[in-house]
């Protein structure tokens, strides 16, 4: 969260875990279902991860769930407008969300796959690809980035598996995920 947002909100609401991982031709994009409020989990199998554009794009998110569906709907109105540009799409939406008054009071973050190409989308205008064919977002990213960076070295792992051990790992250490996970697959 950003520092223009209350401090009440802060404490209240807690992110989520988001791993996209591309090897070996597949690219996989992970969620896990935890909600939390303060100390209190409220939900244990909330769906983060979505699949987009006739299915050939997938999407997660992380921060405020209606912010995140509004950015969602977005993206698939973007992804109609430039069909088979994901790139464009995103930096687009990007665009939109910097500048428009009511957008960029949202607090989210996107993970977007499709194809070969995975983009880290937010506020401030980051459409971001990863150097190694992994990115994360949200509370637990950092921890299932570094296991995945990790095990894609691995021989023998696909992007899938890689994925759910990494968010497994993830949600050994970070109290704001769990391990009912949504996995999509491209």
Known sequence: MNSQHSASSEALWHGTTILAVRKGGQTVIAG?????????????????V???????????????TADAFTLIERLEAKLEQHPDQLARACVDLAKD???DRYLRR???????????????????????????GVAAIGSGGNYALAAARALIEVEGLTAEQIARKAMEIAAEICVYTNGSLTVETL
């Open 32 to 48: 896990d279902g935890q909600v939390s409020m303060g100390q209190t989990v409220v939900k244990g199998n909330a769906r983060k």
């Open 97 to 99: 969300w910097r500048t």
């Open 106 to 132: 949202l607090e989210a973050m996107l993970l977007v796959a499709g194809g070969d190409q995975i983009f880290t989308v937010t506020g401030v205008g980051d459409v971001l690809e990863p150097d190694r």
């Open 50 to 64: 979505r699949r987009l554009a006739g299915g050939k794009v997938i999407a997660g998110f992380a921060g405020a």
